[in-house]
């Protein structure tokens, strides 16, 4: 899909901006931030395409969150169902980040 700004994380983007939860700091930052260590992040793959569409709500003048309205069972939330599909490498991205996941991944 074609955006309307730059979305590539190698350069400044210059679009609205919003708050994206980074998992690697662990809290919301700005869409505008220097997004640079995003593309060497092993979920970067992930993150830019949920990125790309937040950029693309925000230019709609939508909300940009992707979890709004979002509904989510206990079982849609356990280690093993969080970590369906995605790489070695990034399972152990997850873990180092969020250790409760770790524990429930690791008692399972």
Request: with cysteine; proline share 6%.
């Amino acid at each position: 899909m074609i955006h309307p700004f730059n979305v590539d994380p190698q350069n400044p983007y210059d679009g609205p901006d919003f708050d994206e939860f980074c998992i690697a700091e662990k809290s919301y930052l700005s869409a505008r931030r220097d997004r640079s260590d995003c593309f060497t992040c092993a979920l970067s793959k992930l993150c830019q395409a949920g990125f790309e569409h937040q950029v693309d709500l925000a230019a709609q003048g939508k909300d940009p969150s992707l979890t709004k309205d979002c509904q989510l069972t206990a079982e849609d939330l356990t280690a093993e169902r969080l970590f369906d599909g995605l790489t070695d490498e990034q399972v152990d991205f997850v873990k180092i980040h969020i250790p409760g996941l770790a524990k429930e991944h690791d008692n399972v």
